[in-house]
């Protein structure tokens, strides 16, 4: 099925603790909603501006420029894409389907966390292009040209020469098409802001799927879903739950219901209800806080391939706002 087909456009904020109405957000059924900009960044020469929950778009043929600056945007569902400082990318098509982005200069990211099959998420420099096959998470640099993998698997083809390069290898772009080891385990200040980005989009999911009330005839496979405390969109699957690189988890609709136990009152007898007798404290009941002690919503402990990269690839602080906007 093509993601084309499942993405909501019309996604109606109900939050759960209060049952009020809070926001209504307009989803693009096309790659490249802008859903973060850390610093002054520009599309098309002009500033990107969000305002009220609406966010800007980058359509095709569109140039989206960094400076001292990062960017994130939304390809199709569970698809992010990460923009560094000094960098310029083009998008050369936006079709949910089919995404294909051309790196100019700079570094970017893309973390597929929900690739579906049949779908394409292209990235192209100079004359290598490079598809990606597999949920995981993939860095393009143009100084030194070359791809990382570091979870997941990519198709790369340049001067009529095909190579597949596999978690923790990298390919130099020189056209030699010789694949070499490398410590994916260790990084720099964009793959940390990288990780922090992905553990705020994780801690704005539950609250967003728990309020959601069109089930799984809306979301279908899965969607982008505004959250307006945290001032973004976050990713909501249809059924059970996605999990992120870092060992983050998205949880549908039905799902969050089974981890969140919000506080019951008991009655005791006597006509008094003995609110002691009450689910935990955090209401997240069995889950391991997030690096940087936060409520313990998003991470788990033990996931196979993804915890072990996040212990020392995620180093450095926290920021105090969602954006994560500290440039370390």
Known sequence: MKAASCVVCFAVILMGFSGSVLAQSVISAK???????????????????????????????????????RAELL????????????????????????????????????EGDALVKGDAVTLVYKNAVVTLVKN??????????????????????????????????????????????????????LLRWTRRRAEYLALANPSVARSYQGGCGGLSLGSWIFNPYFGMHTFVPCNGFSTDFWGN?????????????PPQSVYSGGGNWDGGRSASSSGYSGMATTSYGSSGTAAVSSTPGTASSSSSVGVGGSSSAPGGGSHR
């Open 249 to 261: 988890r998205f949880w549908s609709p039905s799902q969050v219901w089974m981890v969140y136990n």
């Open 75 to 110: 390809l199709s569902p569970g698809v992010f894409l990460r923009v560094g400082e000094n960098s310029s990318i083009k998008m050369l098509s936006d079709q949910l389907e089919d995404t294909r982005l051309e790196l100019f200069r700079g570094s970017l990211i893309v």
């Open 136 to 189: 995981g998470l993939y860095r393009l640099d143009s100084e030194p040209a070359q791809l990382r993998v570091y979870g997941g698997e990519a198709l790369v083809e340049q001067g009529g020469q095909t190579v597949t390069v596999k978690k923790a290898y990298l390919l130099p772009l020189n056209g030699l098409m010789l694949v070499q080891k490398f410590d994916n385990k260790t990084g720099d200040a």
């Open 31 to 69: 790659s490249g909603q802008i859903n973060y900009t850390d610093g002054i960044v520009f599309l098309e020469g002009k500033e990107v501006q969000s305002r009220g929950g609406l966010f800007p778009q980058m359509k095709a043929s569109q140039e989206l420029k960094t400076e001292d600056s």
